[in-house]
Nanobody, 118 residues
Framework: QVRLVESGGGLVQAGGSLRLSCAASRRTASAYGTGWFRQAPGKEREFVAS????????VYADSVKGRFTASRDNAKDTVYLQMNSLQPEDTAVYYC???????????WGQGTQVTVSS
């Protein structure tokens, strides 16, 4: 069982930066990978980024590639999402989630609001 808590969201002007954190409290082994997702009002949830347990492999949605960077500190069991050059289109609730090597993302955090103003 894993409890995930996102933090670091807030209000930022376009062009600014935020770093989101996803802290895990687990009773299971580390997940194969951790993903970041976001959902804007009136829109479907979308994939943002993912990172493996070792941190040696990352995947980014085209919409954030080059602007967002996922990383992790396994000693703290925390995953980060550094978001630079934020745009109003990035406004959404951001969630982190974990999945095993096989299967879908089954552990989800409560989300943190990111609002980017023009």
């Amino acid at each position: 069982q894993v409890r995930l808590v996102e933090s670091g969201g807030g209000l930022v002007q376009a062009g600014g930066s935020l770093r989101l954190s996803c802290a895990a409290s687990r009773r299971t082994a580390s997940a194969y990978g951790t993903g970041w997702f976001r959902q804007a009002p009136g829109k479907e949830r979308e994939f943002v980024a993912s990172i493996t347990h070792s941190g040696d492999s990352t995947v980014y949605a085209d919409s954030v590639k080059g602007r967002f960077t996922a990383s992790r500190d396994n000693a703290k069991d925390t995953v980060y999402l550094q978001m630079n050059s934020l745009q109003p289109e990035d406004t959404a609730v951001y969630y982190c989630a974990e999945r095993p090597a096989t299967g879908s993302y089954i552990y989800w955090g409560q989300g943190t609001q990111v609002t980017v103003s023009s």
